[in-house]
């Protein structure tokens, strides 16, 4: 059973570091490409960007370029999303997604990710 | 402001056909690229619905169906039941922004 479990809720602060994961299981990790959705509260889903763990290949959205950053650990079959300091702005679910050709098939349960003072 | 444009709301009554539209332009759907559909219920992760523009994952129920005309694309929903009250969300590629997702449309069932 494909499964993607991604790691708990954070509370932090402005400016604070940040790097959240999303561990594959039930598949070849290295096959498929792992991406990362935002979803603001009451608001729609925004692609973050993608990496392939096979090669560490990632594309980002224009909108997140050089906000975030995505990196994948193939030996643990783990992806992660990260951020150097946090903005009130990045309180948000995040969920992480696996592809199939150029859709979604699996998803994340999601980490609710809140920065406040 | 969404790449692909949707409905923000859609309403029917239960045993209804409710259609959302999904448009977008010549860089995404109209070049040529698939779209696909995603529910979302309250409260959980989203959920793949379509793809491919009208094919249905296995457990899907036949209610669902999708369609693709030039820059846009169609999810209808036909004998509308209460557990469909959903957000639906539609996605494609884009030359410009990469992987894109519609606005999303909330489906009120009445």
């Known amino acids: 059973e494909v499964q993607l479990v991604q790691s708990g809720a954070e509370v932090k602060k402005p400016g604070e570091s940040l790097k959240i994961s999303c561990k594959g299981s039930?598949?070849?990790?290295?096959?498929?490409?792992i991406g990362w959705v935002r979803q603001m509260p009451g608001k729609g889903l925004e692609w973050m960007g993608i990496?392939?763990?096979?090669?560490?290949?990632?594309r980002y959205s224009p909108s997140f370029q050089g906000q975030v950053t995505i990196s994948a650990d193939k030996s643990i079959s783990t992806a992660y999303l990260q951020w150097s300091s946090l903005k009130a702005s990045d309180t948000a679910m995040y969920y992480c997604?696996?592809?199939?050709?150029?859709?979604?098939?699996?998803w994340g349960q999601g980490t609710l990710v809140t920065v406040s003072s | 402001q969404s790449v692909l444009t949707q409905p923000p709301s859609v309403s029917g009554a239960p045993g209804q056909r409710v259609t959302i539209s999904c448009t977008g332009s010549?860089?995404?759907?109209?070049?040529?690229?698939?779209v696909h559909w995603y529910q979302q219920l309250p409260g959980t992760a989203p959920k793949l619905l379509i793809y491919?523009?009208?094919n249905r994952p296995s457990g899907v129920p036949d209610r669902f169906s999708g369609s693709k005309s030039g820059t846009s694309a169609s999810l209808a929903i036909t004998g509308l039941q209460a557990e469909d009250e959903a957000d639906y969300y539609c996605?494609?590629?884009?030359?410009?922004?990469?992987?894109?997702f519609g606005g999303g449309t909330k489906l009120t069932v009445l």
């Open positions: 997604a696996r592809g199939h050709g150029d859709y979604v098939n699996y």
């Open positions: 039930g598949y070849s990790f290295t096959s498929y490409w």
């Open positions: 990496i392939y763990p096979g090669d560490s290949d990632t």
């Open positions: 010549s860089s995404n759907i109209g070049a040529g690229y698939d």
């Open positions: 491919g523009n009208s």
């Open positions: 996605q494609s590629y884009d030359s410009s922004f990469n992987w894109v």
